[in-house]
């Protein structure tokens, strides 16, 4: 799960410095919504909403070591989808 989540980060910060050598303005960009997006990361309704699910699993017995990774990447897939559209 750690080598994912450092190959998808690894893979935006490539992507992010590659476009920003075509176009410089995208850095700051680029570096502020990576900041802001870890903030949002720990916002106290995405917590609760994990935490939630991960006691209930638990509660039942079940897997649940990756509920926020998958947690973080429906999310993320959303907020792309979004940006897109």
Not at 4 to 32: E, H, Q, V
Request: net charge positive; no cysteine; aromatic share 8%.
């Amino acid at each position: 799960m750690f080598a994912a989540l450092a190959a998808i980060n690894g893979a935006a910060w490539i992507a992010l410095l590659g476009a920003a050598r075509s176009f410089p303005t995208l850095l700051p960009l680029g570096i502020t919504a990576y900041v802001l997006g870890l903030r949002h990361a720990v916002d106290i309704d995405h917590i609760a909403a994990i935490d939630g699910t991960t006691r209930k699993l638990m509660h039942q017995g079940k897997p649940a070591e990756s509920v926020g990774f998958f947690f973080s990447l429906g999310h993320s897939t959303i907020v792309v989808v979004l940006s897109v559209v």
